[in-house]
Each structure stands twice: as structure tokens, then as C-alpha cells.
């Protein structure tokens, strides 16, 4: 059974650096085309695509946020984490990890954790 | 960067068919994914590689990818279809997403 939990802290001020945890069973990390990504949404708005890393510890990230975030992974623990630099309001959102797996056109995102609510704010 | 164009809302009645159509340059090249998102939930994925249906995703969803346009059907929507839906492709190394649409069923 595949699960995905997403930890972290749910209040960060401005300016601060936000560290989440993703951490994960059921599958391995180390595993040919397996990857975790994480995605966010705010509040009342659509899903963003953010940062991944696959099971070579290749890593990318949004264009739009990629000076500010950095993705890794500890494969013995089971665990991926994402950190956010210099946290603004706009970046308060419900924030997700989930499996993204296959290759070529089988491919999906197909578990997800169910999402931790980071609100910015002084 | 590569966009993907969904219309914010569609409205069905119950037992009739609800297309929500999603739009990007040669998406019919990508074969994506659509996720079906309840309040207060995480998203679900309902279609894979273009018109595939996961284990446990009923019949009466079904998509088509073609040219620049995906559309996602739903036959014979029911009450607990009422839901934000939205479709997903791969760019190079970026996923991306459509705006969503919020399917009422009414």
C-alpha cells in the first residue's frame, strides 16, 4: 500500500525558509522511474507544479521558483524534502507530495499525500 | 512555458453526459492525465496516458486526446461527480496543469 504524509510547520513569517518533509511507504525511491514530486495550491485556486526528484537524484524544479527551492531525497529513510526561501503571503497554500511514476506515455501521478496548509504570515 | 487551457466551469444534469475540454499546443502528442479533487480532498487521478482508467475509477469516465484538445466524459454523471477536475501533461522535465473546472451537477 502506497502512502505519501507531508509534515512541516502550518506558520511561517515572511522572509523565513520553509523546510517540508515528505515521507513515504510502499514503494522505494531507489527504484528505475519512480519519482516524488511536490505540488501546491492555494487556497481556492488551482494545482502548481513545484519541485521533483527521481530515483537517479535528478532534480527539477519550476522556472518560475526554482532560484528559491531545493528538493532531496533520503532514500534510507524514505523521505523527500522540499525547502522554499524568503516565504512571501502568496506563497500560502495547501501543499502536496505525491508519486509520480512510469515513463514515455505511461506515466502518472497517481498517490498523493493529503496535503499540509502552510499560511504566511507576520 | 507550456499552458494548458480549461474553461472554469461546466454544469451537467444528473444521468446526462459532461465534457470538460482541456487546451494546449499539440497535446495530443502528450497523452496526459486528468485528477478529479472533492472539497477539502487530495486529487485523484481518473485518466492516464491519454484514456486510461486506473484500477477503481468507474466506467463512466472515459477521454479522448487529439490535435490540441483533451476532453474529458463523463456518462451518466451522478451527484458524486460534482468536483474540480483537472488535466495534466509532461513538458521536458515540467508537469504541468490546466486551470481546473468545476463540474456541478445539477
Known amino acids: 500500500q502506497v502512502t505519501l504524509k507531508e509534515s512541516g510547520p502550518a506558520l511561517v513569517k515572511p522572509t523565513q525558509t520553509l523546510t517540508l518533509t515528505c515521507t513515504f511507504s510502499?514503494?522505494?525511491?531507489?527504484?528505475?522511474?519512480?519519482?516524488v514530486t511536490w505540488i501546491r495550491q492555494p487556497p481556492g485556486k488551482a494545482l502548481e507544479w513545484l519541485a521533483r526528484?527521481?530515483?537517479?537524484?535528478?532534480?527539477f524544479y519550476s522556472t518560475s521558483l526554482k532560484t528559491r527551492l531545493t528538493i532531496s531525497k533520503d532514500t534510507s529513510k524514505n523521505q523527500v524534502v522540499l525547502t522554499m526561501t524568503n516565504m512571501d503571503p502568496a506563497d500560502t497554500a495547501t501543499y502536496y507530495c505525491?508519486?509520480?511514476?512510469?515513463?514515455?506515455?505511461?506515466?502518472?501521478?497517481?498517490?498523493w499525500g493529503q496535503g499540509t496548509l502552510v499560511t504566511v504570515s507576520s | 512555458s507550456y499552458e494548458l487551457t480549461q474553461p472554469p466551469s461546466v454544469s451537467v444534469s444528473p444521468g446526462q453526459t459532461a465534457s470538460i475540454t482541456c487546451s494546449g499546443d499539440?497535446?495530443?502528442?502528450?497523452?496526459g492525465c486528468w485528477y478529479q479533487q472533492k472539497p477539502g480532498q487530495s486529487p485523484v487521478l481518473v485518466i492516464y496516458?491519454?484514456?486510461k482508467r486506473p484500477s477503481g475509477i468507474p466506467e463512466r469516465f472515459s477521454a479522448s486526446n487529439s490535435g490540441n484538445t483533451a476532453i474529458l466524459t463523463i456518462s451518466g454523471t451522478q451527484a458524486m461527480d460534482e468536483a474540480d477536475y483537472y488535466c495534466?501533461?509532461?513538458?521536458?522535465?515540467?508537469?504541468?496543469f490546466g486551470g481546473g473546472t468545476k463540474l456541478t451537477v445539477l
Open positions: 499539440k497535446l495530443g502528442d502528450k497523452y
Open positions: 496516458q491519454g484514456n
Open positions: 505525491a508519486r509520480d511514476y512510469g515513463s514515455g506515455i505511461t506515466r502518472y501521478i497517481d498517490y
Open positions: 495534466q501533461a509532461w513538458d521536458a522535465h515540467a508537469v504541468v
Open positions: 526528484i527521481d530515483w537517479d537524484d535528478d532534480r
Open positions: 510502499g514503494f522505494s525511491l531507489s527504484t528505475s522511474a519512480m519519482r
